[in-house]
C-alpha cells in the first residue's frame, strides 16, 4: 500500500487514481498529524510526500515530517513532491533520507517508474542478499575476491534488476566500466543497448549534437541527420563516464534528461522520449565540487541514487596474484604467446607496489614484462627492471602516496621526453586524468 501524503484534495484523487491504475493501492492523508499516525498504524510500501502544508510555503513542515517518518521507519522509501521553486528543499530532502523527488506538473510515466524503483530496492534490501532475478549473478569477468569489491558486487547483484541510477566511484583505473557492465548485464535490459560516452573527452560544443542527435541543416556541417547517444541508448543503459568533466551548461541539459527522459534533437522542434537507465562514473570528488558550485546540487543528488565506491588496488592486495595471472594470460594468448608463470617474489613485488593508475597500469605493466623477457618464469627482478623499484609503498598514508605518485607520474613523463599521451598509457591513465594530475602537483 502506498501512503499520499497533501492537503491538496485534487493531487491526492489524482495520484490515487494513477497508482491504482497500476495496480497499487493507496491511502490519503491531508496533515502531517494523520500521515505519523497512518505510518504508526500501518505497514506501507512507500510513501508520496508534499514538500508544503496549509500552514507554511517554505517546505520546512515536509522536512520534518520526513525526518520524523524515518524515525519510525528507517526503510521506508519516501519519494518527495515539489514544484520547481522549491528544487533546493527537494534536495535537502534526499540528503535527509528520501528516496527521490518528482516535480509538478508531473509526467504520470515517470512517477510510476520512480515509485517502482523506490519499492524494487527496499524490497531487495532487505531481502537476505539475493538478487530479483532468478538467473546466476554474471560478475562480467571481474577478478578478485577483495572483502571491498565483494561488497560492491554484493550491492551490484541487489540494484541490477531495478532501474535505480547509479554512481560509480573511485580512482583512475579501478574498474567502474565494468561494474557499469555488470549493472547492465544482470538487468532486464541485458539484451537492450549498453552505450558509452566519455564525457572527459567531448567538448562543450559537441556536447548535444553528440548525446540528443541532430537532424540535416541544424548547423552548418549538419548533411544528414544523426540520433544521440541518448536515442541510441533507448530502452538499454547510457554509461557516462568521467562526469564530473562536464561543464555547467552542459550539465543544465543533462539533468532535464535525467529528471524527464525527454530531449529534442538539434535542428528539430520535436520532444523525443525515451526508456533509459542511466549510469555514471568519476574519479572527481563531487561533493567537493558542488561546495565550490562547480558542479550543481540537484544533478549531483539525481545521479547518486544509489553510489557505489571503487576501492584502489593498492588496498586489494590479496587480489595481486590472481590479477597478475589473469592479465598474464590475456597478454599471452593477444601476442601468441605461452603463459608463463609468475612466482611469489613477483606477486610479493607487485603487492608492495604503487599503481596510480590501477588495474589499467598493472595490466600494461605485466604486458610490458612478457613482451620484454619471454621468459617461462617471471620474478621480481623481471619487474624491477620494468618499473621504478623506489614507487613501492609499505604504508597507505595519503601524504606519502600522493609524494610517490607525483615522483612517478615525473619520472614518466622524463623517460617519455615530456610526451604526456606515452606517459599516460605507460601508467595506465587517461590523458585527462593525467594532466588532472599534473595540474594538481604542479608538475
Not at 613477483?346 to 588495474?359: C, K, Q, V, W
Request: charged fraction near 25%.
Amino acid at each position: 500500500m502506498i501512503l499520499i501524503v497533501d492537503d491538496d484534495s485534487a493531487i491526492c484523487a489524482s495520484l490515487s487514481m494513477l497508482l491504482s491504475h497500476s495496480g497499487y493501492r493507496c491511502m490519503t492523508v491531508a496533515s502531517p498529524s494523520e500521515a505519523i499516525e497512518a505510518v504508526r498504524s500501518n505497514s506501507f510500501e512507500a510513501v508520496m510526500l508534499d514538500m508544503n502544508f496549509s500552514r507554511f510555503t517554505t517546505g520546512e513542515e515536509g522536512l520534518t515530517l520526513l525526518k520524523q517518518i524515518k524515525l519510525f521507519s528507517p526503510s521506508l522509501p519516501v519519494i518527495l513532491m515539489t514544484a520547481w521553486g522549491s528544487i533546493e528543499l527537494a534536495v535537502a530532502g534526499m540528503k535527509a533520507g528520501a528516496f527521490d523527488f518528482i516535480t509538478k506538473p508531473w509526467d504520470n510515466r515517470q512517477v510510476v517508474k520512480t515509485l517502482g524503483n523506490a519499492i524494487e530496492i527496499s524490497a531487495s534490501g532487505n531481502a537476505s542478499g539475493k538478487p530479483a532475478s532468478a538467473s546466476k549473478f554474471d560478475r562480467c569477468g571481474i577478478i578478485g575476491s577483495d572483502a571491498g569489491l565483494e561488497n560492491v558486487l554484493k550491492t551490484v547483484e541487489r540494484i541490477a534488476p531495478t532501474t535505480a541510477t547509479v554512481l560509480i566511484t573511485g580512482e583512475s583505473g579501478t574498474g567502474k566500466e565494468l561494474i557499469a557492465e555488470a549493472i547492465h548485464r544482470n538487468s532486464s535490459r541485458r539484451d537492450k543497448p549498453f552505450v558509452k560516452v566519455n564525457l572527459g573527452g567531448l567538448s562543450q560544443s559537441l556536447f548535444e549534437s553528440e548525446m540528443f542527435g541532430h537532424r540535416k541543416g541544424a548547423f552548418t556541417d549538419a548533411i544528414t541527420n544523426r540520433i544521440g547517444r541518448f536515442e541510441a541508448a533507448n530502452g538499454g543503459t547510457i554509461f557516462l563516464d568521467e562526469i564530473g568533466e562536464l561543464d555547467l551548461s552542459c550539465q543544465v541539459k543533462l539533468l532535464r534528461v535525467l529528471q524527464e527522459q525527454k530531449f529534442e534533437p538539434l535542428g528539430s522542434s520535436k520532444t523525443m522520449k525515451v526508456d533509459v537507465r542511466v549510469i555514471c562514473a568519476t574519479n572527481a570528488d563531487l561533493p567537493a565540487m558542488v561546495a565550490d558550485r562547480k558542479f550543481r546540487e540537484d544533478l549531483f543528488y539525481r545521479i547518486n541514487l544509489v553510489t557505489l565506491e571503487l576501492p584502489p588496488l593498492r588496498r586489494r592486495k590479496s587480489d595481486i596474484a590472481a590479477l597478475a595471472r589473469h592479465f598474464a594470460a590475456d597478454a599471452a594468448a593477444r601476442n601468441g604467446l605461452e603463459t608463463p608463470q609468475i612466482d611469489k617474489s613477483a606477486t610479493d613485488f607487485l603487492s608492495e607496489y604503487t599503481f596510480p593508475g590501477n588495474l589499467r597500469e598493472m595490466k600494461n605493466l605485466v604486458e610490458r614484462v612478457i613482451l620484454v623477457n619471454r621468459a617461462d618464469v617471471l620474478t621480481a627482478s623481471d619487474f624491477q627492471r620494468e618499473c621504478n623499484p623506489s614507487m613501492t609503498v609499505n604504508t597507505a598514508e595519503p601524504d606519502n602516496l600522493a609524494q610517490l605518485e607525483a615522483q612517478k607520474i615525473s619520472q614518466a613523463l622524463q623517460r617519455n621526453g615530456g610526451n604526456v599521451s606515452r606517459a599516460a598509457t605507460e601508467l595506465g591513465l587517461t590523458r585527462q586524468a593525467l594532466y588532472r594530475r599534473i595540474e594538481k602537483y604542479g608538475i
